[in-house]
């Protein structure tokens, strides 16, 4: 049966190999377990609904991606996507999160139609390369930049905006503890060095009384609180096309870059091109929805992806013990509880130490895309840089992109390079433009 279902053999592994890659791409990147709930509650979202939903709606997209795609990839919410949806959508713009959940679920069928009908590489081969890595460089700094306020080392300052922290204080050391085994681990690589970073901060806190141990299984929390909380048509009237399009925006590139790098690491390309593409996006998009209708926020495919290919997996099977270990992930939600336990400052602000080490790494590995950008040519370079630092100083992904399209519509135009600005470019210049222009 499984070598009916997956040709194990025409793609050379065995079920041995698909088993143990299954398992390596669960432990890279199951803090995502841990830390989505941690981040979706500051947006007023039940932790215990999210944990259920980001495991849920990651089983099932991963699933789709092994039976309609016959891929190892696995899939969860986006680290970057959940950030811009509690920091930049709710808290930013003061909009709900039910309302928030009804955009993404929005973005998330626009991406199914999008898929089905092939406009997704025209969107893709739209957009300039350099903008696509300037926007992963910017979020990735953004999620840095939370991390280490999550730590304790960096606190805001009236004159200076920030400032460093008091580093003296136990639960800095907490996350400076995880961060350097984190740190190690990946220099030596160690599968899962991020999940073993979270561990080592969650025994220093243990060690100092800084969280309160609630066991390690439990019944499965309930999904009630965020099942079908979604609310589209309030989106649509809110006028939230903006929101909508970044969330469509940052889908589509994640997913897209993700599967080629897989798919080159993997071997699975032919051609330039790659086999059931149409079926691979249709996993993350619909992945997305489900998401959406549970109460989490954007379901795409994760890059750590990679880990289990390097130790052998090839087909969708491996999939399948990906999705198997997020289902059996929740009857750990005790642990998830104390992981993303919140400690007090001094000031009164909430830091969350022992996840903060996963932020900071995630945000390392994203600010990679930033050799890609061809630096000497400034009318790419520059819109790509625009693009960083605002998404990194303003703590906006809209406002980043925003500014990265402008400038590079307006650098093209001016320069007489307009050849280059493609007719998609044109049309989200003018989306953009009308939205500073009306506010």
């Not at 079920?15 to 432990?27: D, K, M, N, W």
Request: aromatic letters at 10%; charged letters at 10%.
């Amino acid at each position: 049966m499984l070598e009916k279902l997956f040709r194990l053999s025409e793609n050379h592994t065995s079920v041995r190999q698909e088993l143990t890659g299954g398992i390596t791409t669960f432990l890279t990147m199951s803090y995502i377990i841990f830390v989505q709930p941690v981040i979706l509650s500051d947006a007023g979202m039940d932790r215990g609904a999210v944990m259920m939903a980001t495991c849920l709606s990651s089983a099932l997209a991963t699933f789709l991606m092994a039976f309609l795609a016959n891929y190892p990839i696995a899939l969860a919410p986006a680290m970057g996507h959940n950030v811009f949806f509690t920091y930049t959508v709710c808290l930013g713009m003061g909009i709900s999160w039910p309302v928030a959940l009804g955009a993404v679920f929005i973005s998330g069928v626009l991406f199914v139609v999008f898929s089905l009908v092939g406009i997704r590489k025209v969107i893709m081969d739209s957009i300039p390369e350099s903008l696509k890595f300037g926007i992963a460089v910017g979020i990735g700094l953004m999620i840095c930049l939370l991390g280490f306020e999550w730590a304790g080392v960096v606190v805001n300052d009236e004159v200076t905006l920030v400032k460093i922290g008091q580093m003296s204080q136990p639960y800095v050391w907490v996350s400076g503890l995880g961060l350097t085994a984190s740190m190690v681990l990946m220099c030596l690589n160690v599968r899962g060095a991020i999940l073993c970073g979270i561990g080592v901060s969650a025994v220093a806190a243990a060690a100092l009384d800084l969280v309160t141990f609630r066991g390690v299984v439990s019944a499965p929390p309930s999904l009630e609180l965020t099942w079908l909380a979604f609310q589209p048509w309030a989106a649509l009237k809110l006028g939230m096309a903006t929101v909508i399009f970044t969330f469509f925006i940052l889908d589509l590139f994640d997913t897209m870059g993700t599967l080629v790098g897989v798919a080159e690491l993997g071997g699975f390309m032919r051609d330039g091109e790659l086999p059931r593409a149409k079926q691979a996006f249709l996993a993350d998009s619909i992945g997305t929805v489900a998401g959406a209708l549970m109460g989490t926020s954007t379901v795409t495919s994760y890059v750590e992806s990679c880990s289990g290919i390097t130790d052998g997996a090839r087909t969708g099977l491996a999939s399948v013990v990906t999705g198997a270990l997020f289902l059996l992930a929740l009857v750990f939600y005790p642990l998830v509880e104390m992981l993303g336990e919140g400690i007090a400052t001094p000031a009164g602000n909430q830091v969350y130490p022992i996840i903060a080490p996963a932020l900071i790494m995630v945000g390392f590995m994203m600010m990679r895309g930033v050799k890609h950008i061809p630096w000497e040519n400034y009318t790419e370079s520059m819109p790509a840089f625009f693009t960083i630092v605002l998404i990194g100083f303003s703590f906006s992904i809209t406002d980043g992109i925003a500014f990265g399209f402008l400038s590079y519509t307006a650098l093209k135009l001016l320069t007489g390079k307009i050849r280059d600005i493609r007719p998609f470019m044109w049309l989200i210049t003018v989306v953009f433009i009308l939205r500073f222009v009306l506010g």
